[in-house]
């Protein structure tokens, strides 16, 4: 049986407890391998190695822009040959259809080779100034912050890890990743890559183990730099709280209840599609599930109709035989979504499709619910207003655009949002009206690179990917430079 161990100064090493845990297949509730359970000696142990790593060796951060891309393209490169595996493994522990997790390793593999990338290109500026105070050159550099507590989720145990170790390590920083206690392995994984693919001792260290304990001490701790986390809102402010203390540098990617606005002159087919994509990839386990539609009165049966039949027709099985919906993550979880479905019955939301777990077959044993759509919400219902982080879709209703901008903003989220008209205009109009950080126009769901990832409101600070993405980790520094041989002439001699 594997056994997930801690990496921790360039060695893999158990908890000093001894303790375990089961690591469980989603799809069959069988036990894949026992994870290693770290206490406050293994999290003191791993951000010591970091600070010496940056700040007595400083070997990785004092490497050429140039030196670091290359270990990051060879990291890369050993990535794509364990693609394969890569994807077994998260598919094997979290539940999702393997193709999704196919998509998650090219994902990652593409944010290694962007960020080995840009770490090479122009930063900074440069100023000609005289202020009274004789010729001055004055210019910015940007530095990495230090060392890096990188907290990540369940439901995209590698792409989402990689979203933050890509950018923290391009920019110099030692990092400690906390992947979530229930899904290590292909983290593990890729910590083997790194080890093969020569990173210095202690700039990367991993530990393993139970999110509330391990992410307070991180945050508390004045020996980490920089704290960001990926995950629930009550999670992210508590990080936050306990981060306050010695005002470190924090990013955080909360929850969200992201709308769609459905106009009267969509393609319906086309809108239906985006919308199953929006609310029921990952099993719906997606921070910017597009979980409630908002939807003209015009079209409201038409589209309904027709999204309830394509949901009852979904394929749902082991996820290794590509599905069209996989496991949900854990039973814990499982039995959340469905106190939320019994919820939103009780309530008075029309169950359209779905709304109960699933066991035919092969899926007796694992976790699995049935895409599940509810009709008629208001706003008031507990299933409109809370995220779900399932496979669940509340529809409302509109009659006029301030209406529709009006429901899709009432709420305490603002992480993403789409709208689905002919009008470009119109598209235009709504999505600069959206409190959103994230939006689509007549799509749902794609994410580049290339472009910054995070939300307004509870849904977070900050940003991953793209430039903003490597700035989350780098601190600007202004260097004033006199270029003046005599005395600065202040006062009067």
């Not at 297949?25 to 391998?33: D, F, L, V």
């Not at 979904?314 to 469905?338: C, F, R, W, Y």
Request: charged share 20%; aromatic share 8%.
């Amino acid at each position: 049986m594997k056994i997930f161990k801690n990496y921790i100064n360039g060695h893999w090493q158990d908890a000093c407890s001894g303790k375990t845990t089961d690591i469980i297949n989603p799809a069959n509730g069988k036990i894949i391998g026992k994870a290693t359970v770290s206490g406050e000696e293994d999290i003191n142990s791993a951000i010591d190695s970091a600070k010496n790593s940056f700040y007595i060796s400083g070997k990785w951060r004092r490497m050429s822009a140039q030196d670091r891309a290359n270990v990051l393209f060879k990291i890369a490169d050993l990535m794509t040959l364990a693609k394969d595996e890569l994807s077994m493994i998260e598919t094997e522990n979290q539940g999702k259809p393997l193709r999704e997790s196919e998509a998650d390793v090219e994902d990652a593999i593409h944010v290694f080779k962007y960020y080995a990338g840009l770490i090479t290109k122009p930063s900074g500026g440069s100023y000609e100034v005289n202020d009274g105070f004789g010729q001055m050159h004055s210019y910015t550099v940007h530095e990495p912050v230090g060392v890096c507590a990188l907290i990540t989720p369940w439901n995209y145990p590698l792409m989402i890890a990689v979203w933050k170790l890509a950018p923290a390590l391009a920019a110099g920083n030692s990092i400690i990743l906390k992947p979530a206690t229930i899904t290590p392995a292909s983290v593990v994984k890729l910590f083997e890559i790194f080890h093969e693919a020569g990173l210095p001792a202690g700039c990367a260290n991993l530990v393993l183990g139970p999110g509330g304990m391990i992410g307070g001490k991180l945050a508390e701790s004045k020996d980490v730099d920089c704290i960001t986390f990926t995950g629930s809102t009550p999670v992210g402010q508590s990080i936050m709280q306990a981060a306050a203390a010695n005002v470190k540098k924090i990013g955080l990617e909360l929850g969200g209840k992201s709308p769609s606005i459905l106009f009267p002159d969509i393609d319906i087919e086309r809108a239906v599609e985006w919308s199953m994509i929006g609310i029921f990839m990952n099993q719906g386990e997606v921070c910017s599930a597009g979980s409630r539609i908002i939807i003209h009165n015009s079209i409201h049966d038409e589209f309904v109709a027709r999204l309830a039949e394509r949901a009852n027709c979904m394929t749902i099985g082991n996820p290794m035989k590509n599905p069209d919906m996989g496991a949900i993550v854990s039973e814990d979880q499982m039995t959340q979504i469905l106190k939320y479905i019994e919820i939103g019955k009780k309530e008075g939301a029309v169950c359209r499709c779905g709304g109960e777990r699933y066991t035919e077959g092969e899926c007796a044993d694992g976790f699995f619910i049935k895409p599940t759509i509810f009709d008629y919400c208001t706003p008031d219902m507990t299933i409109v207003k809370e995220e779900i982080f399932g496979p669940v879709v509340v529809i409302q209703t509109f009659e006029t655009e301030e209406e529709a901008v009006a429901l899709a903003n009432d709420t305490e989220y603002g992480l993403a949002g789409a709208v689905f008209t002919n009008d470009h205009m119109r598209a235009i109009r709504i999505i600069k009206e959206l409190r959103a950080g994230i939006t689509w126009i007549n799509c749902y769901n794609p994410c580049f690179v290339e472009g910054p990832w995070g939300g307004y409101k509870m849904s977070g600070i900050g940003r991953d990917l793209g430039v903003h993405g490597l700035e989350e980790y780098q601190e600007i520094k202004q260097i004033n430079d006199c270029l003046d041989p005599g005395m600065p002439g202040w006062y009067n001699n």
